[in-house]
């Protein structure tokens, strides 16, 4: 504790006297000050124990009195000591009442205790406190160590949150919680996610202070590149002081060690993960699971998904790869946390990602791109994101599910969607994949002939076509559907393979012409 009034009180050699402002002798000392000035209040800082002569002071004028000690107290000064027996015997009840007025403490000083003896008590409390406070951070890093080797990141939550005399949680990538202590504080850390957000917006390293009505929490960054890798929150129920100070800081210190740690062994596990999914796509079932072992071995042994991601807009050259850091984060954060294994593996110009088939990784990546708008940049992860997801494969099929993926993706940039999944191709119709410019040419060229001839009023040639395709070349149940003889509609039919220079009896002519007029006639 630093020094206060009552502890100068106390202090038996200074044989101090107090005259006003009795109940608030508890506030602490910043400094002893001496001036003589009229008005000193442009010199102090607040937190002073003003000490006097009263050698230019009216001290005997109630109204003077009034005002000096107004400007005093609003100053934030904490006491006055008044020396007798150098310019007045006894303090002038003038300033008696002023102080009792105002509640500032008013201090006698006896004339043979120097204000030198009263300043070097201020001065050695004060050494004496930071010194506490210096042993103490020391002693609280010593026990911050010993509870992160031994117990982890939980184990220093504990041991900090003991020390602020608070709570404190721990976030990763994403912003999700990891970790709280004591386990009350789940709650209320997982209120502060928002605040996390903005936290990482900020180049590390970077904090900030939420005031809410039950605590004061710090949100502090771990990690020593510019992007965020984690952040710690610290809430106390009022601002930390030295020694608690030490303790969040060493907290940082080690468990920014731990996030460094992790992204080592992390990129060692990525150069492992890249050699996997290469033997896995180059037909290598056997060595991919040799090299996997423990570490994806499980992975491999269930069925698994392929991800194929790219960006939607073509990033700048200074942000190479910036456009999958929010996705990484965010299946990378759900596969922590619910103990799954994961691969993440750059692939030229796209991101790979080989997770669980419906496990969180997968959740994760589908939910994170369905928050993104095609072709526009998302505020806080870079360019948006295109995605193909295969269908659930095992080892032997890794590299059709990756061309499934590729074949998703290319859908998914066609049809401008920044999801398409292999099942809705496989399940659904052949006819949304005509949706494309090049097709619509073609459709366009083949068909243009007939309808040159159905605008001079000489027949309806494309409706005859599409009538007769779409009952199989039924010529009665075709005329039937125009409302024409068959012979009319025989006549017609031979009109087109004139036109085109085709024969109908052709079944890829006739697929041909199904589909173009599909194509620009998708009502139909």
């Not at 009195?65 to 303090?91: C, S």
């Not at 009840?93 to 006896?110: F, G, H, K, N, R």
């Not at 997968?362 to 993104?372: F, G, H, I, K, M």
């Amino acid at each position: 504790m630093p020094p206060t009034l009552a502890s100068l009180v106390q202090h038996s050699a200074l044989k101090l006297t107090v005259r006003a402002g009795e109940d608030r002798l508890d506030t602490p000392v910043r400094w002893a000050h001496v001036s003589e000035l009229a008005d000193p209040v442009p010199y102090m800082e607040g937190g002073e124990l003003l000490l006097v002569t009263a050698l230019q002071l009216d001290a005997e004028n109630p109204e003077a009195m009034r005002r000096y000690v107004k400007r005093l107290a609003g100053a934030g000064v904490v006491g006055l000591g008044f020396a007798v027996g150098v310019n007045y015997p006894d303090i002038p009840e003038a300033l008696v009442d002023a102080a009792t007025a105002e509640d500032l403490p008013l201090i006698e000083v006896p004339r043979r205790t120097p204000f030198l003896a009263i300043s070097k008590a201020v001065s050695a409390a004060i050494a004496a406190d930071q010194y506490r406070a210096v042993t103490a951070g020391f002693a609280a890093q010593r026990e911050l160590t010993r509870q992160a080797l031994g117990d982890g990141p939980e184990g220093l939550l504990g041991a900090l949150a003991g020390q602020v005399d608070g709570w404190a949680a721990l976030y990763d990538a994403s912003g999700a919680v990891v970790a709280t202590a004591p386990e009350w504080a789940a709650r209320r850390a997982a209120r502060l996610t928002p605040d996390v957000e903005r936290l990482r917006e900020r180049t590390a390293p970077a904090s900030l202070v939420v005031a809410g009505a039950e605590d004061r929490v710090e949100l502090h960054s771990l990690g020593t590149g510019r992007r965020p890798r984690a952040a710690l929150a610290v809430g106390t129920a009022s601002t930390l002081g030295t020694a608690e100070r030490y303790a969040v800081h060493s907290a940082i210190a080690l468990l920014t060690l731990t996030t460094e740690r992790s992204r080592s062994l992390h990129a060692a596990e990525a150069r492992i993960g890249s050699a996997v999914l290469r033997m896995l796509l180059a037909g290598e079932p056997d060595h991919a699971l040799a090299v996997a072992g423990d570490l994806y071995g499980e992975l491999l042994d269930a069925p698994f998904r392929l991800v194929v991601a790219e960006s939607a807009t073509p990033p700048a050259a200074e942000e190479e790869g910036a456009w999958a850091a929010g996705l990484v984060d965010a299946v990378e954060s759900a596969a922590a946390r619910f103990g799954e294994a994961l691969l993440v593996v750059p692939y030229g110009e796209r991101l790979v990602l080989l997770v669980a088939d419906g496990g969180a990784a997968q959740r994760a990546a589908v939910e994170y791109v369905a928050r993104v708008e095609v072709g526009r940049p998302e505020p806080a992860d870079g360019p948006g994101l295109l995605m193909g997801l295969s269908a659930p494969a095992g080892t032997v099929a890794a590299a059709p599910a990756y061309k499934q993926a590729e074949q998703a993706l290319s859908v998914a940039r066609r049809r401008g969607k920044a999801l398409v999944e292999h099942e809705e191709l496989a399940a659904g119709s052949v006819l949304p994949l005509l949706a494309d410019e090049a097709v619509r040419a073609f459709a366009d060229g083949l068909l243009r002939a007939l309808r040159e001839h159905d605008a001079t009023g000489r027949g309806d040639l494309v409706a005859s076509l599409r009538a007769w395709l779409s009952r199989h070349g039924q010529w009665d149940a075709a005329a039937a559907d125009l409302g024409v003889h068959r012979h009319t509609l025989r006549y017609r039919m031979r009109r087109v393979e004139e036109i085109l220079g085709r024969s109908l009896d052709d079944p890829d002519v006739r697929m041909e012409l199904w589909l173009s007029l599909k194509a620009t006639t998708p009502v139909d």
